[in-house]
């Protein structure tokens, strides 16, 4: 059973994802396609809305035929957006076999930087939350107002949210 919180996360990680597609003046940001099938050389599908560092925040992934684009959703840490939701888009994405690593842009002087893999969790469909699971080192950079940047790496763990059954 989907509580409440899950629900209310993934409507709002679809109308965020709805809105990050409108025209803006950048293109979207694409991992480079394997030269071999040129498509993405992702073991499996990894797409979909993973855990993030606090309740309430999370990390999307989206894989598509043009490479991989996604952003973190997270509250804001500095006096001036503290309790704000901040979503920050990928700069560059890359997923390759189990490999995942991308790149936020900065929003208010902080951007995360993610290395690691996915492997399969205890979920035993998409349906339910941890089918896969993101593992790895996430750095956070913060620059302050002298432009001193000063950065914090961390081990990891991102689940994905169990998804709704496509065929209802």
């Known amino acids: 059973m989907l509580s409440t919180r899950k629900i209310a996360l993934f409507l709002l990680a679809v109308a965020l994802t709805v809105m990050a597609q409108k025209p803006r003046n950048d293109k979207p940001v694409a991992a480079q396609p394997s ?21 309430g925040e999370f990390l999307q992934i989206n894989l598509d035929r043009e490479g991989v ?6 509250q804001g840490d500095l006096e001036s957006d503290r309790g704000m939701f901040l979503d920050q888009f990928f700069s560059k994405a890359t997923v390759h076999d189990h490999d995942v690593a991308f ?9 995360f930087e993610f290395k690691g893999r996915f492997d399969r969790g205890g979920g035993k469909t998409k349906a339910e939350d941890a089918y896969y699971v993101l593992r790895g080192t996430l750095t956070e950079f ?8 000063t950065s914090r790496a961390r081990q990891v763990e991102f689940k994905l949210y169990g998804q709704p059954d496509d065929k209802g």
């Open 103 to 111: 790149t936020t842009k900065p929003v208010h002087g902080v951007w």
């Open 35 to 55: 030269a071999a099938s040129g498509e993405n050389s992702a073991a499996e599908d990894i797409s979909g809305m993973y855990s993030f560092l606090k309740e």
């Open 142 to 149: 913060v620059t302050d107002a002298d432009k001193n940047t």
């Open 69 to 74: 684009s996604g952003y973190v959703s997270r």
